[in-house]
């Protein structure tokens, strides 16, 4: 008996595993299949963002803003920026992150595939040198607001495990009411934003 319920407590943990990693993984592919349309995202996208202080401080100050540049889609290749500033006192300190490397699209999705970053302080010397770094996200172009969204919220390369993701019932499904209901949310979230506006 105990070796039978071993099995199956085995069997189970099996499939919440395999379950738990399709739900994880498909926000980093492109859905299967085939699809007609195709978008041609060509051009500058940059979030809307807010100057950060604490109670409206005028001593600490921080201001940051991030893009996506996408060339044609015969190129496939893809820039993203992001760049922090940050004013404490009468100090100011620098940080840039640029990531390079290949979109494809399907549809409406997009999947951002970044093979190569570059990180710079204003403390440090100037560097162009870019590192190997492998990162894929999937974003997803809303037509009727002509805005970019990942799946998840991402700023800087650096990513919390919330956003429209949390809204899909079944992946790629962009006929799911809640999924909609999602994207209209993080389309015009403030605080945190998520959305990439074309410029």
């Known amino acids: 008996m105990k070796s039978t319920k071993t099995y199956t407590t085995t069997a189970i943990l099996a499939v919440i595993l395999l379950f738990t990693n399709c739900k994880k993984d498909w926000i980093r592919e492109l859905p299967p299949g085939d699809y007609k349309e195709q978008i041609d995202v060509t051009g500058k996208w940059v979030k809307k963002t807010m100057p950060i202080s604490p109670m409206n401080s005028n001593w600490y100050k921080n201001e940051w803003k991030e893009e996506i540049v996408f060339e044609h889609p015969k190129s496939g290749k893809f820039t993203k920026f992001y760049e922090s500033i940050d004013k404490i006192g009468g100090k100011k300190t620098i940080m840039q992150i640029t990531g390079k490397g290949i979109y494809q699209t399907k549809g409406n999705w997009i999947l951002l ?7 710079w302080e204003s403390d440090q010397k100037p560097d162009d040198t870019f590192k190997k770094f492998e990162h894929k996200l999937l974003y997803y172009y809303d037509k009727k607001n002509d805005v970019i969204l990942p ?7 650096q ?30 979230k403030d605080y945190q934003p998520h959305a990439y506006f074309k410029q």
């Not at 595939?113 to 570059?118: A, P, V």
């Not at 799946?151 to 390369?157: C, E, L, N, S």
């Open 113 to 119: 595939h970044t093979n190569e970053l570059k990180k």
């Open 151 to 157: 799946m998840i919220y991402d700023v800087a390369y």
């Open 159 to 188: 990513e919390k495990n919330f956003g429209v993701r949390d809204g899909v019932n079944t992946p790629y499904d962009e006929t799911d009411k809640n999924f909609l209901k999602h994207l209209r949310i993080y389309t015009y």
